[in-house]
């Protein structure tokens, strides 16, 4: 019998799976569709500020993190535009009560596993992985 260990936490490897089992790029562009509607802490337009702001992404996107003691490391985002929204809440349901430490720890590797950068655009892509840097950074202030 072989046991297979992911270097991804659950959720994170749940979504890679999803992907990986996508035939081409309209289904991937359906399946970030379908997880623009997940966003676990969507934040609301009001809260949107300069602040919170993605630099270098295509679309209008606001992310802000989280850290509860009890739950873990969290994201609260929104996009002007549901692709964004979908690749934020990748990002959101993948880390959802990790410890800012787990997050700290993560590399940009999981995107290749998913196949997701050959449908985005090379600005869409930089956007996400902007994004996806931003979350790092944030967690990193906090990992013990």
């Known amino acids: 019998m072989v046991i297979l260990v992911s270097e991804w936490p659950a959720a994170l490897q749940e979504i890679?799976?999803?992907f990986q089992d996508c035939f081409d790029r309209m289904e991937r562009y359906e399946l970030l569709f379908e997880y623009a509607k997940r966003m676990p802490h969507?934040?609301?337009n009001e809260e949107w500020t300069e602040e919170n702001r993605v630099k270098g992404c295509q679309s209008e996107a606001h992310v802000e993190c989280i850290i509860d003691a009890n739950t873990?490391?969290?994201?609260?985002?929104a996009a002007?535009?549901?692709?964004?929204q979908g690749l934020m809440a990748v990002l959101a349901i993948g880390v959802d009560g990790l410890s800012p430490s787990e997050v700290a720890?993560?590399?940009p590797k999981f995107v290749d596993e998913m196949n997701i950068k050959a449908s985005l655009t090379p600005s869409r892509a930089n956007g996400f992985?902007?994004?996806f840097e931003i979350i790092r950074s944030e967690a990193d202030k906090y990992a013990n």
Do not use: C, K, Y
């Open 80 to 84: 002007d535009a549901q692709l964004v």
């Open 72 to 77: 873990g490391f969290h994201i609260r985002g």
């Open 16 to 18: 890679i799976e999803d």
């Open 42 to 44: 969507p934040l609301p």
């Open 105 to 107: 720890q993560l590399t």
């Open 129 to 131: 992985l902007n994004l």
